[in-house]
Each structure stands twice: as structure tokens, then as C-alpha cells.
């Protein structure tokens, strides 16, 4: 008995291996089973590329009759073609991901810079307004107080009430029955 290493546990050696995985890919191809599949890879034509690129009369030395031939050189033509359009699309795809990262960071920078500029521009306008309210606040206690120092009350009221002693409250906690204890 011969010893052949293996490969895996099916008991494969690497050659199998390999083999079984090229039949696999050229099965993909329609027309394509596993006995035509053998008989391209036994003619080296292993790959779907190199049965695209192979002609008809190359097909048929291989083993195939003209019409699987031609059906299984114009799947393997379309196959290699929809693979360039596939590669060609991921290209451009990858390419145009880069350019809009590279916007999209530049645009981050500019609105980073912007905010920051607009946020300093803000605070400042924040403190001008806080100390004019400020100013025009306190012209306007200093007016109301010396406004109603110089009106002072009289026996007679507004209303009509009688009585020179009529509080009038300031806030709630000032009236009568607030504080009720």
C-alpha cells in the first residue's frame, strides 16, 4: 500500500483539492456540468478567463461538441465580461468613496472653523446685550423709584376708597392672607 499525504479530513491531497475547486467554479457556468467540466480542466482550460479566451474549435478538442462549445464560449465570454463590469464599477465605486471622504473632512474642518468663529462672535454679542439690559434696567428702577417717591398717596384714592393708609402689595407674599398662620 502507498502513503499519499492528505489534505483536510476528507482524506483529499492538495492537487484534488485545487482540482475540485476549479470544476466548481466552471460548473457556475451554464452548459457547464461536472463530466464537461472535467474534460476542460484535463485540456488545461481551468478557469472561466481561459475558457473565454479559448475558441470553439479549442473547446471541441477539448471534448465538447460544436453547439456546447458555442453556448458554453459565449457564457464564459459574458461571465468574464460582467466580471471587468463589476471590477471596472468597484474601481470607480472605491475612487468616488475616497473623493467624498476627503470632502466630507475638508467640509468638517471649514464648519469646525465656522462654528467656532460664529460661537466666539456670539458670546461677545451675548455680553453686549447682557450689559446694556443691565444699564437699561437699572435706569429704569432708578426712574420708577423716584417716580413714585414723588407721588405719594393721598387720603383719596384712585378707586374711590377712603383712607391715606392703603397698602398696596407688592408681591403675594405681602398680602393679608399669605401669612396666615
Not at 482550460?45 to 481561459?50: E, Q, T
Request: charged share 30%; glycine share 6%.
Amino acid at each position: 500500500m502507498k502513503c499519499v499525504p492528505h489534505y483536510g479530513e476528507a482524506g483529499e491531497t492538495m492537487a484534488a483539492k485545487k482540482s475540485s475547486s476549479k470544476i466548481e467554479a466552471l460548473t457556475a457556468l451554464p452548459g457547464v456540468g461536472a463530466a464537461t467540466a472535467k474534460k476542460l480542466v484535463a485540456a488545461k482550460l481551468d478557469s472561466v478567463s481561459k475558457v473565454a479566451g479559448a475558441g470553439a474549435k479549442k473547446l471541441q478538442d477539448a471534448g465538447l461538441s460544436a453547439a456546447v462549445a458555442k453556448k458554453v464560449g459565449a457564457a464564459a465570454k459574458a461571465a468574464e465580461k460582467g466580471k471587468e463590469v463589476t471590477k471596472a464599477a468597484a474601481t470607480k465605486a472605491t475612487s468616488a468613496a475616497k473623493a467624498t471622504a476627503s470632502k466630507a473632512k475638508s467640509t468638517v474642518k471649514k464648519t469646525a472653523a465656522a462654528s467656532k468663529k460664529t460661537a466666539s462672535k456670539a458670546k461677545t454679542a451675548a455680553k453686549k446685550t447682557a450689559s446694556k439690559a443691565k444699564s437699561t434696567a437699572k435706569s429704569t428702577a432708578s426712574k420708577a423709584t423716584s417716580a413714585a417717591k414723588k407721588t405719594l398717596p393721598s387720603k383719596k384714592s384712585d378707586d374711590g376708597r377712603k383712607g391715606g393708609t392703603l397698602k398696596v402689595p407688592r408681591n403675594v407674599r405681602d398680602m393679608p392672607w399669605f401669612n396666615k398662620k
